[in-house]
T-cell receptor, first 115, second 112 residues
Framework: GAGVSQSPSNKVTEKGKDVELRCDPI?????LYWYRQRLGQGLEFLIY????????KSGLPSDRFSAERTGESVSTLTIQRTQQEDSAVYLC?????????????FGDGTRLSIL | SQKIEQNSEALNIQEGKTATLTCNYTNYSPAYLQWYRQDPGRGPVFLLLIRENEKEKRKERLKVTFDTTLKQSLFHITASQPADSATYLC???????????FGTGTRLTIIP
């Protein structure tokens, strides 16, 4: 497929469990971003990867959140010991570069519900 | 503190009229400003990018202006259609050459 792919599209889990969300970016895109969007809210930046540089983790809300990216391909966002406040849509985007002149291409997100 | 504000959470416009959405920012010096459209249950889709030295950008029925003195961007949809109903997000790079920060969006409804 030509676009950004995220899986699963929906995830329901119990409080305290760990979850792993996956993002397949557009081939050739060196930059990859994770955002969180709570119901009716804007996009909250979490983390971004640019090539082989150290990721910018400045948006991660707590040490329960972590993300990895293998080269310039797949990324996974892991949330440990989930809390109800983690319920949100988690969006992934990729772009040709990380600078403001590059449009971001988004997946349709993973809707995470913590019971 | 740095802030991006988009006018009213919701905007209702009669079909055929021009819809105008506002994006204001404080304490930024962005080099680029982008506009995105987001439909319910979907990720945002890129629409237009405008540079700090450009006053206006057009694409079909869309027009974006960027006034760095007023620290404001206006997004216009002319001859609006019900299919234009969506949430529109502005995004800018805080100090130029950096990652984007997104506004909270304006939910636009075009009434037939």
């Amino acid at each position: 497929g030509a676009g950004v792919s995220q899986s699963p599209s929906n995830k329901v889990t119990e409080k305290g469990k760990d979850v792993e969300l996956r993002c397949d970016p557009i081939s050739g895109h060196t930059a990859l971003y994770w955002y969180r969007q709570r119901l009716g809210q804007g996009l909250e930046f979490l983390i971004y990867f640019q090539g082989n540089s150290a990721p910018d983790k400045s948006g991660l809300p707590s040490d329960r959140f972590s993300a990895e990216r293998t080269g310039e391909s797949v990324s996974t966002l892991t949330i440990q010991r989930t809390q109800q406040e983690d319920s949100a849509v988690y969006l992934c985007a990729s772009s040709l570069g990380h600078k403001g002149n590059q449009p971001q291409h988004f997946g349709d997100g993973t809707r995470l519900s913590i019971l | 503190s740095q802030k991006i504000e988009q006018n009213s959470e919701a905007l209702n416009i009669q079909e055929g009229k021009t819809a105008t959405l506002t994006c204001n920012y404080t304490n930024y010096s962005p080099a680029y400003l982008q506009w995105y459209r987001q439909d319910p249950g979907r990720g945002p889709v890129f629409l237009l990018l405008i540079r700090e030295n450009e006053k206006e950008k057009r694409k079909e029925r869309l027009k974006v202006t960027f006034d760095t003195t007023l620290k404001q961007s206006l997004f216009h949809i002319t001859a609006s259609q019900p299919a234009d109903s969506a949430t529109y997000l502005c995004a800018l790079d805080m100090f130029g050459n950096e990652k984007l920060t997104f506004g909270t969006g304006t939910r636009l409804t075009i009434i037939p």
